[in-house]
């Protein structure tokens, strides 16, 4: 069953898929949703819990560790790692979700871009040394998955890491997106050229067992 709070979503989504433009239904919704006209799912007060506990056991945070926050939605992700000490760079393909953010941490040392996963600028291929993929790639639909995937993998620095969360899908599976979860194979394509798989789980957030979720670590060696 659907949540109701993708509804907003996936009614956007659907029309801007029927237009053949992958993206456009982001930009639609933040605009509706700073109208109080739409809801955005995403939005949560909390960064998300499997990146904050994977943060907290593996954190390479100090002066001069570069961080990526790939379709950055609202910023709380982005602000997190700030927090932590990484030097962050957090981009959405929406423009009023980057100014939404702006405005709501207004004293906030990340680097805030409007920018295309489709299309990223040539400066940030291997930039960073720790991308964060969390739901974005789900996101959009499977025709432009393989490009998706790609572009992010290309971001991260030698000795870097990628942390990828996304949904689960079974292999063969069809879902009504968005959404469309990630099957193995799917957060197996992110491994390209030298960047390998370290650890490929499962996990759920503390006290919520059932909400689970692929949570991949890939580092350039």
Not at 118 to 137: C, M, Q
Request: glycine share 8%; hydrophobic share 45%; aromatic share 8%.
């Amino acid at each position: 069953m659907t949540d109701s709070r993708d509804a907003d979503a996936t009614r956007l989504a659907t029309e801007s898929l029927a237009q053949d433009d992958p993206t456009g239904w982001f930009e639609r919704l933040y605009v509706e949703a700073a109208d109080g006209t739409a809801v955005v799912p995403w939005d949560a007060p909390e960064p998300n819990a499997l990146l904050v506990d994977w943060l907290e056991r593996h954190a390479r945070a100090g002066g001069g560790t570069r961080a990526m926050v790939v379709g950055c939605g609202l910023g709380r992700d982005a602000e997190h790692l700030a927090e932590l000490g990484f030097e962050t760079t957090a981009f959405d393909v929406a423009e009023t979700a980057i100014k939404t953010a702006r405005e709501r941490f207004p004293d906030s040392p990340v680097d805030y871009v409007v920018g295309d996963l489709l299309d990223p600028p040539a400066e940030w291929n291997g930039a960073f040394d720790l991308v964060v993929e969390s739901i974005t790639v789900q996101s959009l639909p499977v025709t432009v998955r393989d490009v998706a995937t790609a572009n992010v993998a290309r971001m991260v620095a030698p000795g870097g890491d990628l942390l990828v969360i996304a949904g689960i899908a079974e292999e063969g599976a069809k879902a009504d997106g968005p959404p469309w979860p990630l099957t193995r194979a799917e957060i197996d394509a992110f491994a390209t050229g030298d960047l390998r798989p370290v650890e490929v789980e499962q996990a759920s957030p503390a006290g919520k067992p059932n909400f689970v979720r692929w949570r991949a670590v890939f580092h350039r060696g």
